[in-house]
């Protein structure tokens, strides 16, 4: 219940493609959902997240999506560009409970170009 | 400032040896995180600190010690560790206790060889 699904492992995309990533969830008291990416050598990065109160969430080419009767949420990365390979992990918490971040296994993203 | 800091960046120690792993945040951040990262794995929970108490312990060894002095500063004690343990080791800082929507901020680790 406490696990958090991710796919695909890994993902290669054409520049200017459009990057899609997919996690699920089972625990639905989770209710914060952030999205990180991870550069070689790097510790992860707070890309954007969402709550379950909001179906979709964009900020600049990066869109989260997120389903809460499917108990789905996706990244959706526009354009796509070198720049964005990276491991992208998403994760899941539960606020009120204060329990901390559960991670997905995490995509590795190759763009090329 | 919104950098968590951590120090050394490479470590390279013996199965006898005694080291520690610093991080350090000058957010105002109140919880404090200590995680373990395999090659391609995500982050793996060690230690949660929550206002400078451990709040969380992942059923970590014993030769593994956390310890925060003050609010802006974590360590990581080791001791008597195996190959096994080697690994890049993440600080992270959130503002409140353990995430609370704001995300965490996390340091760029401690790559960690032991020999």
């Known amino acids: 219940q406490q696990q958090v699904k991710q796919s695909p492992q890994s993902l290669i995309v054409q520049k200017g493609g459009i990057s899609i990533i997919n996690c699920a969830y089972e625990?639905?008291?989770?209710?914060?959902f952030p999205w990180y990416q991870q550069f070689p050598g790097k510790g992860p990065a707070l890309l954007i997240a969402i709550r379950p109160d909001v179906s979709e969430k964009k900020e600049g080419r990066f869109t989260i999506s997120f389903n809460k009767s499917a108990k789905q949420f996706s990244l959706h990365i526009m354009d796509s560009q070198p720049g964005d390979s990276a491991t992208y992990f998403c994760a899941a918490s539960w606020e009120q409970a204060g329990t901390a971040l559960i991670f997905g296994k995490g995509t590795t993203l190759s763009v090329s170009s | 400032d919104t950098e968590v800091t951590q120090t050394p960046k490479h470590l390279v120690m013996g199965m006898t040896n005694k080291k520690s792993l610093k991080c350090e945040q000058h957010m105002g951040h109140r919880a404090m995180y200590w995680y373990k990262q395999k090659a391609k794995k995500p982050p793996e929970l060690m230690f949660v600190?929550?206002?400078?108490?451990?709040?969380i312990n992942e059923s970590v060894p014993s030769r593994f010690s956390p310890e925060c002095p003050n609010s802006s500063l974590l360590n990581l004690h080791l001791h008597a560790l195996q190959p096994e343990d080697s690994a890049l080791y993440l600080c992270?800082?959130?503002?409140?206790?353990?995430?609370?929507?704001?995300?965490?901020?996390f340091g760029s680790g401690t790559r960690l060889t032991v020999v």
């Open positions: 992270a800082s959130s503002p409140r206790r353990q995430g609370v929507g704001y995300g965490y901020t």
């Open positions: 600190y929550s206002y400078e108490k451990l709040s």
């Open positions: 625990n639905t008291a989770f209710d914060y």
